[in-house]
């Protein structure tokens, strides 16, 4: 058989466990290399508990990235003094040496210049400790970029917030009414997907999970529900808010939950903060002995929810009631105009979910009786993506807090990111016997500073996740922002900013062109790393090593990634180019210090990289395999990866015993801090800081995209789908084929009676246009789009010509989107992700693909 | 609105009727010369019209073959397409060609020097025949033998496919002996433009019968006449076809003209409907929606 | 009793990602425009009341097989597993199997899609260096159901890949296999199934 074996996976050959990074997670994968040492198939790997077997579409055509005829063969520096979107660079091969000498000459100069001149745009998810390169770049804390912002500005310190964790999704195993409200999990995209999925099959058909998706689109969550609730985009922190008013006016929460478990019941002073005795220590108030009480009392006989009372000498009400007031406009009603929805399916949804809920039962999970709350409120991307990304997403918690799922058998789960070691835990005390908040769940917190160091002013975001896109702020208006200097270098390793950022193409442009000097490390060029001066080819994910988790929702432990053949052309890992780099700028020695810290290898010294010593992506990931539970790569190296099912201890309530946090009083706190901070500084930016967007409560204040003139009277979004990983993995032809003959990547997405509206058929191009920018498209008309909304794919986002698989597509959505601080949540970071357009038809039914091209290149790039 | 409707769609990724392209214009045109050199070859035949036979054999016997080796995937293997006699309507078809080929060559022959006897000539008459009827007839049967494309799923087929072939041997045979051995056989003359018309009529009715039976057999078959009377092929089908292989034929036979003039028009109207019946059968054919019961 | 083989592919599970279709192009080194399994949508409703069927399709491998009938030369036949496979030394690309199949799930092999690769550049990469040897130009290709894998008692490659565990395969002919269990649980019925050419396929919804 061997030998006239057709079938590739059955050829002679071996097969290598490893891991696929066709996302930003890790399924484990088994890849088979001929003989021949040709690598011919990528299959999922049976014996990790999560996708067992398993393996999504971009999984399946891992191989053709490594065998893309366009990868970067060799380092090239770029002859054509001329940058732009269709400028060639005329790239010229040089030699390895020579291309770390200049980047070595060009970054030392910016080190030894100001080392805050330095845009760096660090984006290899699976390689978390390098984006901390810039920390040993002087204290670097510039980030040009908004991944990690679009879909997790909000999420990730909300998720620190409540579950002392990175990521939250619901728990598969024992769900049983699943609410997807913006998010594709077990569906589309997040978290392990083709693990998620399986799990999720199961609940749904084997178990018969009821699931409802809330979101603009029928999308394929939608498309599998039991229900699908068209939204009104950026308006779905009102729909949790709807549904939290009808469970608390019906009496449908789980109240002794809220008593005991959390700090709703702590009593809130008119500044918002807890009312604290001379000891700092909180109160509340026993209903029974109509008193208040320190927390910690013991006679305490029952505390109250709601109210209002007096409390060293100020009016106090618990935590809960000021939620309660903030939503007392929330009815149905009032909702269903805001979102679109009817209220009599808000009413309903609300009943359905506290019921399932099945509040004050129990379970036994691995000899424990826990709380069982089998309903849970899940939401992601789309919904957590607006300028008030701290309260929406803290409103989508509070449906969950209001059944008492939080972290719950059956509930709403922390997903922590990288436990780094197997015992380490992630929830450590606070004060007041509340759960320590670590919103900090990317990096530590950027310290205050004015003038700023950053350029995105990142210094004043001491909560959130970076907005790389308020560079468009400070970079043409300096003395506004009080910048004292001008960033003119670029490294951008793994990434693509102009593609992620949002808002001003042609500011991005201008920025660019106006780098001093540009290093980009990457496998294939891109649309971004077009405009480099040099570029530094790195190895593609077959053939390289790694060790990671990062954020998996049903298991726990790191994968091993390995090279399944030699490198095939001249290339170096990421490991050793940041090396040399960091050994030419002088700061080697501060770089293996960083990854120590990045690493937590200073919790296992013996595995700390030590000074001089220049560590290679096998030693990196031999040091993070052993950190789990001293397991050696040759251990690794035969089952590919640690993954085990998360134990009970650490998944369900590892709080117990402590209050986790409903209402964020470190929010206000670091607020107040903020402003003293700034006031001393007599920054200048002060009165337009956005700080309503703190809050320690959610309120219902519409977001600003509402607001939007009135011309443009539509709604747009974006998405992506299982197929697509953003935008890049559309240079792999198996994933162009199945994407491009997908009804929904075909076209701008609008519902039919919209389209009618406006003389708008199937095949016609049409324009969108918002207050700050122009996309065009082909339209799809669908009966699957919320009524005001039109959808724009991911798959119609490049641009680049450089690739003769990629598109160009026309329909780069983040043109669309503002990039100011308007719009962005002074909290968070978050920028809003939706917007309002016009719609109009351009050009009916232009049937010539040539015609098509040459009127989306005009409105490709604003200049 | 119909809450699920089908659409004609290309290759993506709906569902819907799809379109037939495997079969074109080449195997359409190898056809098309099989059924008419078997046809020329069959009614020349009965006349011991040799000019016709020659005509007709060279036709079937080097053209199709022709237009086969550029349809094939792979010509050199040709010889194989006899070896599925048992189920494949293709393999029987081409025996036909080869019975047709072999016998017809050996009765041109004996009808030119007598070498065979009459027992032996009437047999390899008989079996000449047989393979022009076979060749005339089998792409009918090729077409209706699976249910894959509700268009050509017709008991119909072979009876147009024989049709055509006849039309075209009369329509030729005209054309070709009006002025030689027809002039001598005024009876011949007048049988052969009344079987004309006659078969002219029953094409007709048989393509008009083809179409009702299609769009009353499926939404599929339905979408498919469609697209034939108001859609994609309209020009094809009700231009080439109908208006100008019956009706633009038919009339200018009705006219009973014996001018050589109009009987090439005749035959070159007659010819240009059956080659484009062929090519409007294959290129507007729908295979119906893989599943159109699910309930999920 | 011999093996049937067949295949359920659970409507409820599927999720339309088409990790199948990739699937057995990396599996079969199938060139572009040439797929054995792919999966569809269906939208049905109208909006708001509107939702999305996912269908994946795949050659049924049929018991009375039209292509296996109307293949002049025998190059398609069944195997006794009832596998329909395609002889490509016996193929003369006729096509004849092509417009005979109601599935539309079998495809002539064209040269230029190899000259021009995957990428459509003319470069071709080592993956399709070592697997388009096995085919031959202008022949008929379709789905093997694996043979090579399942005669070695690993399942086909769509199966083993879907991430919602929506493709069974097994043996028809066993009462207790797990497509058997399914059909008969959840009432499978097959595409087309009037057409008579008794698929090996079977949906469940």
């Known amino acids: 058989m061997p030998e006239s074996a057709v079938q590739n996976s059955v050829k002679s050959g071996k097969w290598i466990n490893s891991t696929c990074k066709m996302c930003l997670h890790s399924c484990s994968t088994r ?3 001929t003989d021949e040492g040709v690598v011919n198939k990528v299959e999922g790997n049976p014996t990790n508990p999560s996708n067992e077997g398993g393996l999504c579409p971009k999984g399946n055509g891992a191989l053709m990235r ?37 980047v070595g000459k060009e970054l030392k100069k910016t080190f030894d210049d100001d080392p805050r001149k330095l845009l760096p745009a660090i984006n290899d998810f699976h390689k978390l400790y390098l984006w901390a390169w810039p920390a040993a770049f002087g204290g670097n804390a510039n980030y040009f970029s908004v991944v990690g912002t679009q879909c997790g500005g ?76 068209p939204i009104r985009p950026a308006t779905d922190r009102h729909f949790a808010l709807g549904l939290c008013h009808v469970m608390i006016e019906e009496n449908l929460y ?125 939401y992601y991307r789309g919904a957590q993506g607006h300028k008030t990304g701290t309260m929406t997403n803290h409103a989508f918690k509070l449906v969950n807090f209001l059944v008492g799922c939080i972290d719950a058998p059956g509930g709403h789960i922390g997903f922590t990111l990288d436990d780094f070691m197997i015992d380490r835990g992630h929830i450590w005390e606070g004060e007041n016997g509340q759960i320590k908040t670590t919103p900090h769940q990317l990096h530590p917190e950027v310290p205050y500073a004015y003038p700023p160091n950053t350029a995105h002013l990142m210094d004043y975001f001491p909560l959130g996740v970076d907005p790389g896109h308020l560079i468009t702020q400070t970079y043409f208006e300096p003395e506004k922002w009080g910048m004292d200097y001008k960033p003119d270098t670029m490294l951008i390793c793994h990434s693509n900013p102009l593609w992620n950022l949002n808002g001003p193409q042609d500011k991005y442009f201008e920025i660019l062109r106006n780098m001093r000097f540009i290093v980009a490390i990457d496998i294939l060029l891109n649309e971004t790393t077009a405009w480099a001066d040099i570029v530094l080819p790195t190895l593609d994910n077959l053939e390289r090593w790694n060790m990671v988790m990062i954020e998996p929702p049903i298991t726990e432990g790191p994968c091993l990634t390995q090279p399944a053949i030699e490198p095939l052309w001249d290339c170096k890992s990421e490991e050793e180019i940041f090396n040399e780099i960091s050994e030419r700028v002088g700061i080697l020695d501060n770089w293996n210090e960083v990854q120590n810290f990045a690493n937590m290898f200073f919790e296992k010294p013996e595995l700390m990289l030590k000074p001089g010593i220049k560590y290679s992506d096998k030693e990196i990931a031999e040091r993070k395999g052993k950190m789990w539970d001293n397991k050696d790569l040759n251990w690794f190296k035969e089952k590919g990866h640690a993954s ?124 969108l246009t918002s207050n700050y920018g122009t996309i ?53 970071g978050q920028m809003e992700t939706s917007a309002k357009v016009r719609v109009e038809l351009f050009r009916k039914n232009p049937n010539d693909e040539d015609v098509v091209k040459s009127e989306l290149a005009k409105y490709r790039y604003a200049k | ?54 005509f007709g054999w060279i036709l079937t016997t080097f053209f199709k073959p022709a237009a086969l080796f550029m349809h094939l995937g792979q010509p050199l293997r040709f010889w194989r397409a006899i070896t599925n006699v048992r189920t494949a309507w293709i393999s029987r078809g081409i025996v036909g060609a080869i019975l047709f080929t072999g016998f017809g060559f050996l009765h041109m022959v004996n009808l030119k020097w007598a070498i065979f006897g009459p027992a032996l000539g009437g047999i390899i008459f008989f079996l000449a025949m047989a393979g022009t009827f076979i060749v005339m007839i089998y792409l009918g049967y090729v077409l209706s033998h699976s249910p894959s494309l509700p268009l050509w799923n017709t008991g119909l087929m072979p009876v147009i496919s024989l049709v055509y072939g006849l039309m075209g041997g009369v329509t030729m045979t005209l054309l070709f002996g009006v002025n030689s051995f027809l002039a001598a056989d005024p009876a011949a003359l007048h049988f052969l433009k009344t079987a004309e018309l006659i078969l002219i009529g029953i094409t007709l009715i048989s393509i008009l019968s083809m179409l009702h039976g299609a769009a009353y057999n499926s939404s599929t078959g339905m979408a498919t006449v469609r697209q034939l009377l108001f859609g994609e092929h309209q020009k094809w089908f009700l231009g080439y076809v109908v208006l100008v292989g019956i009706i633009a034929a038919g009339l200018l036979a009705l006219t009973g003209s014996t001018a050589i003039f109009i009987l090439l028009l005749v035959a070159i109207t007659e010819l240009i409907g059956d080659f484009g019946l062929k090519m409007v059968l294959f290129k507007s054919a729908l295979y119906s929606p893989p599943l159109s019961h699910s309930t999920v | 009793m011999t093996v049937k083989y067949g295949m359920v592919l659970d409507l409820k599970r599927c999720i339309g990602c088409n990790a199948c279709t990739i699937a057995c192009k990396a599996e079969n080194s199938t060139p572009n425009g040439i797929a054995w399994t792919e999966t569809l949508s269906e939208e049905i409703g109208t909006y708001p009341n509107v939702t999305r069927v996912y269908v994946p399709t795949i050659c049924n491998h049929c018991e009375d097989a039209p292509c296996a009938r109307v293949c002049p030369t025998t190059a398609t036949y069944i195997t006794d597993e009832g596998i329909v496979l395609v002889d490509e030394d016996k193929c003369i690309g006729c096509g004849a199997c092509i417009v005979a199949c109601p599935y539309k799930k079998r495809a002539k092999l064209k040269s230029e899609t190899f000259e021009a690769g995957l990428h459509k550049s003319g470069e071709i990469t080592p993956f399709e260096k070592q697997g388009y040897p096995r085919f031959t130009i202008g022949t008929a290709v379709k789905c093997t159901f694996c043979h090579e894998r399942v005669d070695q008692g690993l399942l086909p490659a769509c199966v083993t890949t879907c991430p919602t565990e929506a493709r069974v395969f097994g043996d028809l002919n066993d009462p207790k296999s797990e497509p058997r269990k399914l059909i008969q649980a959840r009432k499978g019925y097959q595409a087309l199934a009037e057409l008579n050419t008794k698929p090996k396929v079977f949906y469940v919804d």
Request: aromatic share 12%.
């Open chain 1, 66 to 102: 490594l065998y893309d005829p366009q990868r970067i063969k060799t380092p090239m520096k770029r002859t054509n003094p001329r940058k732009g979107p269709d400028d060639d660079p005329g790239w010229v091969a040089i030699s390895w040496e020579e291309a770390l000498d200049t």
């Open chain 1, 254 to 378: 789980d109240a002794k939950f809220l008593k005991k478990d959390t700090n709703a019941v702590y009593l809130v002073g008119p500044d918002g903060l807890f009312v604290r005795n001379k000891d700092k220590k909180t109160y509340v108030w026993d209903l029974v002995d109509n008193k208040a009480k320190l927390w910690d009392d013991k006679t305490i006989k029952d505390f109250a929810l709601e109210g209002e009372y007096e409390v060293e000498g100020v009016k106090v009400s618990p935590g809960f009631q000021l939620f309660k007031t903030n939503i007392s406009q929330c009815t149905p009603e009032r909702i269903s105009g805001i979102t679109t929805v009817p209220a009599e399916t808000i009413q309903r949804i609300a009943r359905d979910f506290a019921k399932a809920a099945s509040i004050g039962s129990t379970i036994t999970i691995d000899g424990k009786e826990l709380p069982f709350r089998p309903a849970a409120y899940n």
């Open chain 1, 31 to 33: 890849v088979h290399v």
């Open chain 1, 154 to 229: 909000g999420y990730h310190p909300m998720n620190g917030f409540i579950h002392s964790s990175f990521a939250a999704g619901n728990d598969t195993e024992h769900c049983n009414y699943w609410i997807n409200n913006g998010g594709g999990d077990g569906f589309s995209s997040h978290l392990h997907m083709a693990g998620a999925a399986r799990h999720m099959a199961r609940a749904r058909v084997d178990r018969g999970m009821k699931l409802v998706t809330v979101e603009p689109r029928l999308s394929i969550s939608a498309a599998k529900s039991d229900e699908w609730v």
């Open chain 1, 776 to 828: 065009m498209g082909l339209a799809r008309v669908t009966e699957g789009m919320h009524i005001e909304t039109v959808g724009v794919s991911n798959a119609l986002s490049r641009w680049t010509g450089y690739h003769a698989v990629v598109k160009a597509g026309g329909g780069h959505y983040n043109r669309l989107l503002p990039a100011n601080l308007k719009n962005t949540c002074a909290c968070s």
């Open chain 2, 1 to 54: 609105m119909p809450l699920r409707t089908y659409d004609i769609v290309g290759d993506e990724y709906r569902v819907g009727y799809r379109k037939q392209d495997a079969w074109g214009w080449k195997i359409a045109l190898a056809f098309f010369f099989g059924d008419v050199g078997a046809g020329t070859f069959f009614v020349s035949a009965f006349y011991n019209y040799m000019p016709g036979m020659i």
């Open chain 1, 644 to 767: 085990t099912m998360r134990r009970p201890d650490k998944f369900y309530r590892p709080w117990e015993g402590q209050r986790i946090h409903f209402y964020i009083e470190d929010i206000l706190t670091r607020k107040i801090q903020l402003q003293e901070d700034m006031k001393k500084s007599k920054v200048p930016f002060y009165d337009i800081w956005e700080w309503d967007d703190y809050g320690a409560i959610p309120t219902a204040v519409l977001d600003p995209v509402h607001k939007e003139p009135e011309e443009f009277d539509m709604y747009a979004i974006t998405f992506k789908d299982v197929e697509v990983n953003f935008g890049e993995n559309l240079s792999i032809p198996w994933i162009d084929d199945i994407v491009h003959k997908n009804p929904v990547h075909m076209g701008i997405l609008i519902n039919t009676v919209a389209a009618k509206k406006r003389n708008i058929e199937n095949g016609d191009l049409i324009k």
